[in-house]
């Protein structure tokens, strides 16, 4: 836009900009399809706030500008429920479950009743209040009568609308439902937290709710916080949902987020059979969940079973096994991490939680220990959390014995004997022996053979500990290298030392058959890519998601093997610390030498150039919009960048051209109005086919 916007003007573009914000906004933290690039929608946030500098007059509260509001002051306002907020009643068992429906049933003198089935969410109860469409005033449950305003807080979340969508919604509406922190941010949040000796959140729970009761609003901002709508409190006019379910349905239609599990049950068999699928699903569902919630669909009988006391007759919560037990801890040892870093481990008397038979649980690091003060005797609460590892959440002091004696880190590498270190101020210690250290050499031989790295089938943790214990493996390289007779030496010698008779042995003839198979995956995996060898490497902070920048981005491990910090750090995603840990590694010349011999062993990987310095498209910018029928996008993005394309997010005088596929939007529209050359799908095909991409 023209400097010499007029204010009509900009009052449009802003109108246009709030709205394209919101929907990918929505689209990346409700859907989870976002279309453009993170790049391209930070520029359009830039823009309205540019916007908006130059005309303050047209700022408002459900600009996406303002979710990051003033610090309050003065403590939290009380906040009066016009419509109470209630709790529900809790199942234990199937046979409380039943109990609930026979009640149900029997009242409404019929057995095919269909429930709303959801997650019961482990989070914070909030209610949203929608005035004309807009986001006015968010509250906790407190009492049930009364709870605080934490409009500012809540504005921070991401996921919850500014301003419902469309124009379909009534003016006053009351949205309720859970403020969550999704489990992977929170392991996320706790392993930054414990790497700089901060403060950990206890659970998701607590996390959501410590996060949500801050007078500064910044504080929600800065933590990954979602939400989901589940029931309602006051509405004007009336509601005219006849179903519970059609209500979620409206929900979504407006742009709130809504549990992708909710569903809808028939029956006491439909409502038993949820639970199981919820229950088993549970450990891979991004979020914590306590239970299921079983709620009578139809409003009208709704209505007509009513209340009892502080919860509806209507709904119940039939929970899940609790994920947190106590046991003893029996012994404390300490683990030797692939890049030397020292876990202290609580070894415990077996105990299931969750289902599931716990007898290791992490301390984490030192700092930990000492915050907790977990001693060997003492017994702890045991948290098991998805598949996450079981970790100690606290300890019973009430049953500590008299002689527990708090628990000391060594002062060496109980693996290797060398000195324990400390980085900066990290809270982690490291065995300082890399390249000799034995658990460091198990560990990341290991790692190297591990499926998403360079999968060696048929490797496992056994033969790695005997074959590193033999010497016949010191290092990665070493793997290509071993024969028929040190596989069958070193099962020879296994067998005799946990004393069994090697039925290996039969008539007279060695059986070889698994060592020929793991030699044949061994010699499978010599043909490898750029981006399996690198993360195989075992970098530190060298994940998958970085080797495959760095392959795309240089092409061939001795430009990265070479580059200086600045050169890495022009790889996206690559920051100060990542770069100095990959220059490091290569700095040593024992990895120098383990990669040599990797090549000498006949490992082979693809090699290419560097990603912006060639390719018949260099210097071209594309932007690919709508979608494609035979290449996913991501699929296209890829091969024109290997043709030296760059593809961005949003169309500007810059973009070279245009890749329109099926229901191409305002990015085709723009491209048009500037006119920006248009490809179709075909077209691209042609193009990619004609350059051999
Ligand atoms: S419905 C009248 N649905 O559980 C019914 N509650 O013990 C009101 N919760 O305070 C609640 N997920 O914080 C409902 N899908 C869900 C829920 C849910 C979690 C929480 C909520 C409520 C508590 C009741």
């Known amino acids: 836009m023209s400097r010499a916007a007029s204010h009509a003007e900009a009052a449009q573009r802003v109108a246009q900009l709030r709205g394209e914000i919101a929907a990918h906004n929505h689209r990346y933290h409700v859907l989870d399809a976002p279309t453009i690039s993170d790049s391209a929608f930070d520029a359009l946030l830039r823009e ?46 199937d046979e409380d479950a039943q109990d609930f429906f026979r009640r149900i049933a029997d009242k409404l003198g019929r057995d095919d009743i269909a429930f709303s089935v959801e997650p019961k969410i482990d989070g914070l109860a909030i209610s949203l209040l929608y005035l004309d469409g807009v986001l006015t005033r968010a509250a906790t449950r407190g009492d049930g009568s009364t709870g605080e305003d934490v409009t500012h807080s809540v504005r921070t979340i991401p996921s919850v609308p500014l301003r419902l969508f469309g124009a379909e919604w009534p003016p006053v509406l009351e949205v309720r439902g859970e403020v969550y922190m999704p489990r992977a941010a929170f392991e996320a949040f706790n392993q930054r ?11 998701p729970r607590n996390a959501a709710a410590g996060s949500i009761r801050q007078l500064d609003p910044r504080i929600a901002a ?13 509405i004007e006019p009336d509601a005219t949902w006849v179903q519970h379910t059609d209500m979620l349905a409206d929900f979504r239609r407006y742009g709130l987020p809504v549990c992708p599990q909710a569903a809808r049950a028939i029956g006491l068999d439909g409502l038993l059979a949820y639970y199981r699928r919820i229950g088993d699903a549970r450990d891979q569902l991004p979020y914590d969940i306590d239970g299921v919630v079983y709620k009578v669909d139809d409003i009208a009988a709704q209505r007509e079973l009513g209340f009892v006391s502080r919860a509806p007759r209507w709904a119940i919560a039939h929970k899940f096994p609790a994920r947190e037990e106590q046991t003893v801890v ?32 992490t301390l984490h690091n030192e700092n930990e220990i000492r915050r907790k003060d977990v001693r060997v005797g003492d017994t702890v609460i045991v948290r098991r959390a998805g598949d996450v590892i079981p970790e100690v959440v606290a300890v019973v002091l009430d049953e500590r014995p008299a002689d527990a004696v708090a628990f000391e880190m060594p002062n060496a590498c109980p693996e290797c004997g060398s000195q324990l270190a400390r980085e900066g101020d990290e809270a982690v210690l490291r065995c300082t022996g890399t390249g000799v250290c034995p658990a460091q050499r198990k560990e990341s031989i290991r790692h190297f053979a591990s499926r998403r790295a360079m999968d060696i089938e048929g490797l496992g943790d056994a033969w790695i500990e005997n074959l590193v214990d033999l010497g016949y493996v010191h290092h990665v390289a070493d793997l290509y290298a071993l024969t028929l007779e040190q596989l069958l030496e070193m099962k020879r010698r296994a067998d005799e030392r946990d004393g069994v008779v090697p039925e290996t042995v039969k008539k007279g003839k060695v059986a070889s058959r698994w060592a020929e198979n793991l030699l044949a995956a061994i010699d499978a995996s010599r043909k490898t890519s750029l981006p399996r060898l690198l993360f195989a490497l075992g970098i530190r902070d060298v994940g998958e998601s970085t080797a495959k920048t760095l392959a795309r981005h240089f092409g061939a491990l001795d430009r990265i ?21 990959i220059a490091a590694f290569f700095a040593a010349p024992h990895q120098r030498e383990v990669i040599e011999l990797l090549r000498a062993r006949g490992v082979q990987w693809e090699e290419g150039e560097p990603l912006a310095a060639a390719g018949p498209l260099l210097g071209k910018t594309v932007v690919l919009t709508g979608t494609l029928d035979a290449l996913t996008r991501d699929q296209a993005k890829e091969r024109l960048e290997a043709l030296g394309a ?17 229901e191409a939007g305002s990015k085709l529209d723009k491209a048009q109005a500037l006119g920006i050359p248009v490809l179709d799908e075909a077209a691209l095909l042609a193009l990619l086919a004609e350059h051999g991409a």
Do not use: C, W
């Not at 029996?330 to 299931?352: C, K, M, N, S």
């Open 330 to 361: 029996e012994a404390i040892d300490v683990q030797v991490g692939r890049t030397g870093a020292i876990t202290p481990v609580a070894r415990l008397r077996p105990v299931q939680v969750a289902g599931v038979v716990v007898t290791n649980a």
């Open 193 to 203: 937290a414990r790497e700089r000796g901060e403060r950990t959140l206890a659970n």
């Open 48 to 93: 309205l706030q540019a916007l908006e500098a130059a005309h303050p007059d047209l700022v408002s509260a459900d600009s996406p500008t303002q979710r990051v509001g003033a610090v309050v002051a003065g403590g939290f306002a009380e906040v009066r429920h016009d419509v109470p907020m209630l709790s529900l009643g809790n199942a234990f068992s």
């Open 222 to 234: 800065s933590r990954p916080l979602a939400f989901f709508a589940y029931a309602l409190g006051r």
């Open 561 to 581: 093997a070479s580059a200086a910090d600045a050169d890495l750090m022009s790889a996206p995603d690559v920051g100060p610390v990542v770069a100095s840990r």
């Open 646 to 662: 760059k593809v961005s997010g949003s169309v500007s005088a810059k973009t070279s051209f245009v890749v329109a596929g099926a």
